[in-house]
């Protein structure tokens, strides 16, 4: 136990035999992976390496420059009870992602639990079986009755590893969740079911239902119903006789021995678990994961380690990884246009491209030599494009590759001493005398880390807010950046100086202020150098209370701010009021 926590870890190529593979580096059969695993001799160890590694993608991902986001996830057949996923976020992305338009829930939509939808109540009538040709879908099905498709109650099976057949039923509108499926009945494979699988429990294959089916024994044989479902008023469902279904449904009356359970993929429009404001869908690229796995692994494998009693006990685990080969695929699937990649500067292959317009120009030649050992000097990543190709190529190569930053010298560099910067995101152009190319080259990649700093900064700080913070000790958002300058303020700040540090307004200081003074956390004392000014501070239990609520948290923001300059703080706090206010 004395030689714990450790965390292990491998940067490796792998090899999956993959059933799907897809365009450029998305999803190939060979691809770099990092990958590790972390031990601990409890749950609050788990926790502790399960953040850090969580923050430590957080600061990955955001360093690369990539538009994220982490997710509630799924754990699958890896297993373990708290798991999230590192989506970018990409239209070309392969899984779907629920998030809130209001608050910061965002989970993949395998782990995304619904709220049930009620419908307006109706006088139960009686079910009639009516004909219906031809309709073996739900959009026909529908159309030939002239009802809303919510009206109607879908049936889909599957088999679970080949022992169990499942008949799942969501409304007409809804897809089902074969995760959230697969984990309420158990097993570990699950496929759709085949015909005669189907007919063995006297299911009719396209027009299915619990109506007339096996009774369910929920050994071999599952009838799941989804609660919105079961809230249809004189639905539509299926009657297992070909050409023919059920009208006038109402499943609490007429659907009998079924097990009710959640079993819908989440909608938009649907109700966000956390705070009740509408949920939108957007895709996403999964480029890394994090599991805390308990001792499901170090138990079965009998992997021990010697407690402080010298018994032996299981490691606790964690495991964690990121897809390097994807990460890369996403960075080019968000930042790209119809010229080529436009690379955040910290994975460019090169930050700066030093082009020459003719290869055979000596002066140009001199020109773009000098400059290209001077931005080595200042430790800038750069190339130089000497190939002997003709000035059209070369440009359109550098806009192909994406590098963030390309110098030009051309006729009037050796003419007027002037040289062109363009950046390659923006595509903005100037031009600048050779003598302060290199300072001016600097200067913009400088801006550019400077953007990545803010960003990161912020992102740290808006997912301790939100996912620590705000859950645990009900902060809101405004309060807390309010106490952390009073942390930083030990002899003291004026109300003013408060609400500018913060960006929250000069009547919400005084308003938060009054009733911390109630609370015990702050005290107003009279500012010794203006009598008629007053200096808000932390009294020792406002102090304490900081100190135990965000120890790590707190340390990581103090670190970054201190990072800042200040004119990159005052960014920040534009860009946390206005997530605040979003």
């Not at 120890?551 to 800042?564: D, Q």
Request: glycine share 6%; hydrophobic share 40%.
């Amino acid at each position: 136990y004395k030689q714990m926590p450790v965390t292990l870890w491998q940067m490796q190529n792998k090899y999956r035999d993959e059933i799907r593979p897809r365009f450029g580096l998305m999803r190939s059969r060979e691809f770099v992976m990092k990958d590790a695993y972390s031990f601990d001799v409890d749950e609050e160890g788990l926790h502790k390496s399960y953040q850090d590694e969580y923050d430590a993608y957080t600061r990955i991902f955001t360093r690369c420059g990539l538009n994220f986001k982490p997710v509630e996830a799924d754990s699958g057949q890896i297993g373990g009870n708290h798991t999230h996923e590192f989506m970018a976020l990409a239209q070309a992305g392969e899984a779907e992602i629920v998030s809130c338009s209001k608050c910061d829930y965002a989970a993949d939509i395998e782990k995304a639990v619904p709220q049930a939808i009620e419908m307006p109540a109706e006088d139960a009538k009686d079910v009639e079986l009516i004909e219906t040709p031809n309709c073996s879908t739900i959009e026909d099905l529908a159309q030939f009755l002239h009802i809303p498709v919510e009206k109607t109650i879908k049936a889909v099976a599957f088999t679970i590893d080949g022992e169990k057949t499942v008949l799942c039923m969501v409304r007409g509108d809804h897809e089902v969740n074969d995760v959230a499926v697969q984990n309420f009945v158990g097993g570990n494979v699950i496929e759709p079911a085949t015909e005669d699988e189907l007919k063995a429990h006297g299911l009719q294959p396209g027009y299915m239902s619990p109506m007339g089916a096996d009774k369910p024994d929920n050994e071999t044989f599952f009838v799941l119903v989804d609660p919105s479902a079961m809230n249809v008023p004189n639905g539509v469902t299926g009657a297992n006789k070909a050409g023919y279904h059920y009208q006038n449904v109402n499943p609490s009356r007429d659907f009998k021995d079924v097990t009710v359970t959640t079993i819908r993929n989440m909608v938009a429009g649907d109700k966000c678990p956390h705070c009740g404001a509408p949920i939108e869908i957007v895709r996403g690229i999964e480029v890394g994961q994090v599991f805390e796995l308990g001792t499901k692994y170090s138990e079965a494998l009998h992997a021990t380690f010697l407690d402080q009693n010298g018994k032996a006990k299981p490691y606790v685990m964690g495991c964690y990884g990121i897809g390097v080969t994807r990460t890369i695929a996403a960075a080019i699937e968000q930042f790209h246009d119809e010229h080529g990649i436009m690379w955040p500067v910290a994975i460019a292959p090169f930050e700066v491209a030093i082009v020459p317009v003719s290869s055979k120009d000596q002066d140009q030649v001199r020109i773009a030599g000098d400059l290209y050992q001077a931005l080595q000097a200042a430790k800038a990543d750069v190339l130089l494009d000497d190939r002997n190709e003709r000035a059209g190529v070369k440009f359109n190569d550098a806009d192909l590759i994406g590098y963030p930053v390309r110098v030009t010298v051309g006729k009037k560099s050796a003419a007027e001493g002037t040289v062109e910067i363009k950046i390659r995101r923006t595509g903005e152009q100037e031009v600048v005398p050779i003598d302060q190319a290199v300072a001016r080259v600097q200067e913009i990649l400088a801006d550019l880390r400077s953007m990545l700093r803010i960003s990161q900064a912020a992102e740290i700080i808006r997912s301790s807010i939100n996912d620590v913070l705000a859950k645990q000790y009900h902060l809101s958002q405004g309060k807390l950046r309010v106490m952390i300058v009073l942390h930083q303020s030990p002899e003291g700040i004026a109300p003013s100086q408060l609400a500018e540090k913060t960006g929250v307004t000069r009547a919400t200081i005084t308003t938060m202020v009054k009733r911390m003074v109630r609370d015990g956390l702050t005290t107003v004392v009279i500012d010794q150098e203006d009598k008629r000014g007053k200096k808000v501070s932390l009294t020792a239990q406002g102090r304490q209370f900081m100190d135990q609520v965000l120890p790590g948290h707190y340390l990581r923001i103090s670190t970054l701010m201190n990072r800042l300059s200040e004119d990159e703080q005052a960014e920040l706090i534009r860009l946390l009021t206005k997530l605040s206010q979003k």
